[in-house]
Structures are given as structure tokens and as C-alpha cells.
């Protein structure tokens, strides 16, 4: 069996987190070995460098450097081994969220980040990225309830307002492989809409 890389996005508070457990489960269901990881982090270096990268302060190159010196660990230690064993490998985040982040909520240029995708994992993209989708209101809503926010999650005004808009400009700019799902929906609705997905994969 040949293994499968899927990845999940979405803005802070679109929902993300709470069908991780489920969509494991549902794979696993069909079959299939999985290995759940996330980023920043998925290594033991790589959690160290989410420490940092969430805590402390950093120009946003560094931020972007950061992310890909972590993401870089994590694929040579966990993700390629494991879709070399034919598992299914579901990262919580990968390199759409540099995108969306560092390039549209930071403002760094695309072309810089493009750079170091092609040296980092020039070869390897997602097979399927969940794209969860919300309104940045509803989003915040849902964080205000949450623990002690990171760096990212304080951030105020228009900075989340972008990073949602450079992940819809990416699903349009990939349709093949990234999946918008509405996560303003309730569980259930949204479980339905992943189910759907998973029907046509396995
Ligand atoms: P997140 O995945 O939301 O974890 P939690 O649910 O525990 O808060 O937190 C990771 C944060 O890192 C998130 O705000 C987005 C940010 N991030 C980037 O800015 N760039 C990246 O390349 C990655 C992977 C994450």
C-alpha cells in the first residue's frame, strides 16, 4: 500500500483540532496505519522549536526560518519514513500555514517562502489538504473561550483577516488537492462533509 500524506489548515479557531481524533479514527477504520504529528513540531527538536516560534518574539524572516528548520526535521524523521512504510501520515498544519501566516498575515513575499518550500520539499506535497473554513469572527469567538493565547492567537485587527484570505487564495490556486470544508457547521454536518471526502480517497 502506498502511503498518504493529508494535512490539515485553517485559520486559529476554525475547528481543526476537534476532527483530528475522529478523521484518525475513521481512517484507521478503512484499514489503514496513521500517524498523527503537527507542526511547528512532530520531533522532539521540532517541539523545541514551537516553544520558541510561539513564544518569543522574532522578526517574521526568523519566523519563517523557523518553521521551515522544524519542518525539515519533521519530514526527514517522521513523514517520509512513514509514507515510505505505506502509512497514512495526517499532520496538524504544514507548509499552506507558512503561507498563509508568515506570507499573508506577516507580509513576507511569496517568492522567499516558495524558495525554501522547493529546498525543503521541492518533491513532496500533501495528497489532500482540509482546508477548515471560518468566518475570522466566529473564529475569535471560539479562541476567546480558550487557554492562554500564543503569539498568533493575539494577534489583533486584520492580521487573521489575511491569513484566512491566503488560504482561500491557495485552495483556489490548488483545487486538486485542497479541500475547503465549512467549519462553521456543527461537528456532525462537518463529519458528514469529511466523510465524503474520505469516500473518495480509499
Ligand atoms: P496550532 O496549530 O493552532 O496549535 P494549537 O491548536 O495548539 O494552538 O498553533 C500553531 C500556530 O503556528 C498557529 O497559530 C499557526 C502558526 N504557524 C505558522 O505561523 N506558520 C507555520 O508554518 C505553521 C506550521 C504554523
Known sequence: MSGLFITLEGVDGAGKS???DWLAAAI????????MTREPGGTPLGELLREIVLHQPMHPETEA???FAARREHLSQIIRPALAAGEVVISDRFTDASFAYQCGGRGLPEARLAALEQWVHGD????????FDVPTEIAAARLANAREPDRFEREQ???HGRVRAAYLRRAAAYPMRIRVIDGGRTLD?????????L???F
Not at 28 to 35: K, S, T
Not at 125 to 131: A, H, V, Y
Open 18 to 20: 476537534s476532527h483530528l
Open 28 to 35: 484507521r477504520a478503512r484499514g489503514r496505519v496513521v500517524r
Open 65 to 67: 526560518l523557523v518553521m
Open 124 to 131: 513532496l506535497q500533501p495528497d489532500l489538504t482540509l482546508l
Open 157 to 159: 485587527g486584520e492580521f
Open 189 to 197: 454536518e462537518v463529519r458528514s462533509q469529511l466523510a465524503v471526502i
Open 199 to 201: 469516500g473518495t480517497l
